[in-house]
């Protein structure tokens, strides 16, 4: 079996231990004589899982007793459409900070839905860092504040909390979840997609502070209502079991590393790695406000574009997989999420080295 390094934004690598684990089970689970795949997701065993899931998730994050935590299904995409039909409360529009191509897709959404006050945009600057707070135009009367904390294609990231003062904060964190601690009370709800960070897409997570949810539009799909589905523990109808199993893989996985604190430090050290290496030479060029560079998706170009070609064949030839940039960016993108182990990211940048040696 050969394993390659992957740094494909997502669906991404998965801790290697996590899919050893679930290969075992695969057909048996813990005896039950049958695949979580094939398991009721009302019959014991899968509740079991189901609630380890959630309650490993709630210690890891440190998730207040005054949220709900619900495995929805959709996408994170899903949501943009979703959080003006749970958020708005009969109120008429939302503030938006536009960092990127996701935060761009979610205002595109929520504009079907309310007035959409775009607060701040870092657009005229190609999307390469975060407008600082006192750039920001908040509406008082805005049912919500939606920021994308980790643009995953721009590789852009929030390392500071806005302050909304009373207005709920609303963040997409589908590409940086639980990579370094988050303080999820200075959140009203926090988003994020499985497959960046977590594990299989099809799942997706919402944390919400309970006093925001129960007053939905009316036309909002029953299974997409966050007090249905709280009340319910995400089984109002069925959900993405497998994924969610494999999820709470990853959650073990993440407690046995030492938790979020763990990850941080090892996360600092790969990105500081790729950074300083783009930062020493002319040759590669990292396009984003030293601030605002993302610790999880990390875009660079070569100086010489003719060359691009050239270094995903190669890289593909040394192991290296998925380097590829956004096809609305060009350039190169490493996604070194936490199942990224530091080797990979020590060969991508011997790589690079090699690579300039020979074309440089
Ligand atoms: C990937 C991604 C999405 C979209 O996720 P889907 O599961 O494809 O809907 C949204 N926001 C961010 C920040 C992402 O990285």
Redesign the pocket.
């Known amino acids: 079996m050969a394993r390659v390094f992957n740094f494909s934004?997502?669906p991404a690598v998965l801790p290697e231990p996590v899919l050893q684990q679930a290969a075992a089970e695969m057909l048996d689970w813990h005896g039950s004589g049958m695949s979580v795949m094939e398991m009721s997701h009302r019959g014991k065993e899968f509740i079991d899982i189901h609630a380890r899931a959630e309650a490993d998730l709630r210690e890891l994050m440190a998730i207040p007793r005054n949220y709900k935590v619900l495995f929805l299904q959709?996408?994170?995409?899903?949501?943009?459409a979703l959080i003006p039909m749970n958020l708005l409360r009969g109120k008429s529009g939302a503030d938006y900070v536009n960092t990127g191509q996701?935060s761009k897709?979610?205002i595109a959404d929520a504009k079907k839905y309310c007035k959409v006050n775009v607060a701040a945009t870092s657009e005229p600057d190609s999307y390469t860092r975060v407008p600082k707070q006192s750039e920001w135009r908040l509406d008082p009367d805005a049912a919500y504040v939606h920021v994308?904390t980790?643009?995953?294609?721009g590789g852009v990231e929030f390392h500071w909390v806005p302050d909304t003062g009373a207005v709920p904060l609303v963040a997409?964190?589908?590409?940086h979840i639980l990579s370094r601690p988050m303080d999820v009370s200075r959140y009203g709800l926090i988003y994020?997609?499985a497959?960046?960070n977590i594990g299989p897409?099809g799942l997706?997570i919402v944390i919400v502070r309970d006093d925001l949810i129960g007053q939905a539009m009316p036309q909002t799909p029953t299974v997409f209502d966050y007090k249905v589905q709280a009340d319910n523990d995400s089984m109002s109808n069925t959900p993405s079991t497998y994924a969610i199993y494999i999820a709470g893989l990853v959650f073990e996985w993440l407690i046995k590393q030492g938790g979020v604190a763990a990850m941080e430090r090892v996360n600092r050290a790969k990105a500081a790695l790729l950074y300083d290496h783009l930062d020493r030479t002319e040759f590669y060029h990292s396009p984003v406000a030293r601030d605002d560079r993302s610790l999880m998706n990390i875009a660079f170009t070569l100086r010489n574009e003719a060359l691009d070609k050239a270094f995903i064949q190669e890289s593909e030839a040394a192991g290296l997989f998925q380097l590829k940039g956004h096809r609305s960016v060009g350039g190169m993108r490493a996604s070194i999420y936490n199942a990224m182990p530091v080797e990979g990211v020590k060969a991508l940048v011997g790589f690079m080295q090699e690579f300039e040696r020979k074309h440089g």
């Open positions: 934004a997502g959709g996408g994170a995409s899903a949501q943009f996701w897709k979610a994308t980790n643009e995953t294609i997409d964190m589908s590409s994020a997609g497959q960046k897409a997706t």
